[in-house]
């Protein structure tokens, strides 16, 4: 390591370490509550945590990304797990899934989370912050026992609320309200809550109350309320908890299915989450895809070789690292290390941390992923903003993470493909002066999206004008869009409409678009002062 990376290492290590206590605090119930909820030994759900925290978290070109167990894979493995028949076998499948991710990050496949638009990646931070709040409620309010899956939705509220525990009431309640307080602006000028933070007194202060109310008859909260590590007696039974997988399915194809259906859905979990991420921290920092990709699939099989359950970048972590104050990949590495420690070492007094403690601090992370400022801001930006913005919330809150992106791209594509029809760029008989040459300047970018509007262009030319196409600044034209200026330059004929042109446009079989598009329409002799439509009929969207 150079010693200028051990001196930002040092200067940063003081907003990191803070960071990393709470990023392992907060993954320890999600990497235990996702195993559990994926079927999967509670065990393997800590194996996840630690791997996405050091090796990933060490690979990866991400500074504020942390890797560990994804809720949104929790269906994927439980139904997995169920259709091999065990979980040594589908060990083997998060191995599989592991070398894929790595081809695809040699295959330079990283580039796709690029493609999705930015109204969606908001509206999937907002609804994910909905979610943890919904989720964290009941552990807020210390409710163990749900009501019956038959129940209505009314009668689960009512059950819910008539079922709350006091005590973890009041824990959640206290640490809300400290929460709160550390962000306010008085208290951020006070030089200690950059060096304590505000999630870390929450949990000592849980504890403290945890263990106030055992000494109170009737007042100890209930094991379920609290966090719940498994414990090993010795080295040799903390080691005892991995498991290897059986590679004797080699030849089963259904491992092979499972693993390319984790492989695919965990890359584009964690790209998007990549660029998620990006847009939250503070310094604006882009993480290189493809690396991260290849950081995923070597973890995923170091996981799947001893026992756990596969990871991705998950946005809960990453973001409670960044309202943590986290500055470098420092806190996801030793929020992994702080895991592997400490459930080797104190795992008795990881449970007494009360459930209400966590709960309130994930609260807060999901407020501000969807803070009401936000949806005023996305408001603002028309409806071609909003609308995918809103579709895409309320499709993951009502269905899963994967449907509902899928539900907000659709939206989004649809106004690409209608503003592409009601591009405002087209020839104005108004602006038109009889005799005087009309110029269309294509753009750098022109692809069949643009089809509908430049053959309305072409058609509303009036009779006996001239014309020329300008693809001087064409990198890339659609062969439809080639097809279309071949007919309009039969149809002018008719029309008495003149084409000014240096060449012919080939025909030949051979005949490439991209490289001869932009000599065969460029006529420098038309005056700059002729009727332009600027960046015209085919400008980028």
């Not at 509303?460 to 064409?474: E, F, H, T």
């Not at 084409?499 to 006529?523: C, D, H, Q, R, W």
Request: proline letters at 5%; glycine letters at 8%; hydrophobic letters at 50%.
């Amino acid at each position: 390591m150079s010693t200028q990376s051990k001196q930002g290492f040092f200067a940063n290590l003081k907003y990191d370490f803070p960071a990393s206590i709470i990023v392992f605090l907060v993954a320890l119930p999600l990497c235990l509550g996702i195993a559990l909820a994926s079927g999967a030994p509670l065990f393997s759900g800590v194996i996840a945590g630690i791997i996405g925290g050091v090796v990933v978290g060490l690979l990866s070109g991400s500074h504020l990304g942390v890797s560990g167990p994804a809720a949104g894979l929790a269906v994927i493995v439980f139904s997995a797990i169920n259709e091999l028949g065990s979980f040594e076998v589908f060990l083997f499948a998060v191995v599989l899934a592991g070398v894929i991710q790595l081809i695809l990050g040699f295959a330079r496949a990283g580039v796709i989370g690029y493609y999705f638009p930015g109204s969606v990646i908001k509206g999937m931070l907002a609804a994910i912050g909905i979610l943890i709040i919904l989720k964290q409620i009941p552990y807020a309010l210390g409710v163990i026992k749900k009501a019956a899956p038959e129940a209505g939705y009314l009668e689960k509220l009512t059950y819910m609320f008539s079922s709350i525990n006091t005590n973890a009431l009041i824990i959640a309640a206290v640490s809300l309200a400290i929460l709160i307080l550390w962000d306010r602006p008085f208290m951020k000028r006070l030089s200690f809550t950059n060096i304590v933070q505000g999630p870390l007194v929450v949990v000592v202060l849980g504890i403290v109350l945890n263990l106030i109310f055992q000494n109170i008859s009737g007042f100890a909260l209930d094991p379920k309320h609290l966090v719940t590590v498994p414990v090993a007696d010795s080295i040799a039974g903390f080691f005892g908890q991995f498991t290897l997988p059986d590679f004797s399915q080699w030849n089963n194809p259904k491992v092979y299915i499972i693993a390319g259906t984790l492989a695919v859905v965990a890359s584009l979990e964690t790209l998007l989450s990549v660029e998620a991420t990006d847009k939250l921290d503070p310094f604006k920092r882009v993480t290189p895809t493809d690396r991260e990709l290849r950081a995923q699939g070597i973890g995923n099989i170091v996981i799947g070789l001893i026992g756990g359950i596969p990871v991705t970048q998950v946005i809960v972590r990453s973001s409670a690292n960044i309202q943590s104050g986290g500055r470098t990949k420092a806190s996801a590495v030793i929020h992994g290390l702080l895991l592997l420690v400490c459930v080797m070492s104190i795992p008795r007094i990881l449970n007494l941390i009360p459930l209400a403690s966590l709960a309130a601090i994930l609260i807060m992370v999901g407020f501000k992923l969807a803070k009401p400022s936000l949806i005023k801001k996305m408001y603002a930006k028309g409806w071609s903003e909003f609308i995918p913005f809103m579709v895409t919330i309320v499709g993951i809150v009502a269905t899963d993470l994967l449907i509902g992106i899928g539900m907000g791209m659709a939206v989004a594509i649809f106004y690409i493909l209608r503003n592409n029809y009601k591009i405002p760029y087209h020839f104005n008989l108004q602006d038109y002066q009889t005799g005087k040459p009309i110029k269309i300047e294509l753009s750098e970018d022109v692809s069949f999206l643009n089809k509908a509007s430049i053959q309305k262009t072409l058609d509303s030319l009036p009779n006996g004008s001239s014309v020329m196409i300008d693809a001087s600044r064409a990198v890339y034209v659609h062969p439809d869009i080639v097809e279309i200026i071949e007919d309009f330059k039969e149809r002018a004929q008719l029309k008495n409409i003149r084409v000014l042109e240096k060449g012919e446009l080939e025909t030949t079989e051979g005949y490439n678009p991209i490289v001869e598009f932009s000599k065969v329409f460029a006529n420098p002799d038309i005056e700059e002062d002729t009727p332009v439509k600027k960046n015209g009929v085919f400008s980028k969207q």
